[in-house]
């Protein structure tokens, strides 16, 4: 016998699940848009707090010390400007890397990322004798 192969039916997104106690399904976009989310919010974010630190921190001294020399292109460098910038470039990095992690998951327009809906909890109590107003 043979199947018909149809787009329909080969499709992912129509697939049902096996079980009907299984509410969701992951298809290869969402699996591909939450590990995108994933390396971007988890792995990158961390990244750049922990580069931004090391070097804010390697440098931090430099911009504390009156004497301290920064190497520019081979010559040492006491001017301030370069130690502040020195230091301030890496902190704003670790603050970039600090957003990205609180950042929500992105997705892109119109895409359903295939989240269950949960069950609306719904208020067992009996209510009182007074209308609400």
Do not use: Q
Request: proline residues 10%; positive net charge; contains cysteine.
């Amino acid at each position: 016998m043979i199947l018909p192969t149809t787009r329909s039916s080969v499709s992912l997104k129509c697939r049902l699940p096996l079980n009907s106690a299984v509410r969701y399904h992951m298809n290869w976009g969402s699996a591909y848009w939450r590990f995108f989310n994933f390396l971007v919010r988890r792995v990158i974010a961390v990244g750049f707090i922990l580069f931004g630190s090391v070097l804010a921190l390697y440098f931090l001294p430099t911009l504390l010390d009156p004497k301290g020399t920064i190497t520019v292109n081979g010559v040492p460098e006491t001017d301030l400007s370069y130690r502040v910038i020195a230091v301030i470039i890496p902190v704003i990095v670790a603050l970039l890397g600090a957003l990205l992690f609180r950042v929500r998951p992105w997705f892109p327009r119109g895409f359903d990322p295939g989240i269950p809906n949960r069950p609306v909890e719904r208020d067992t109590r009996k209510s009182s004798a007074r209308p609400s107003p």
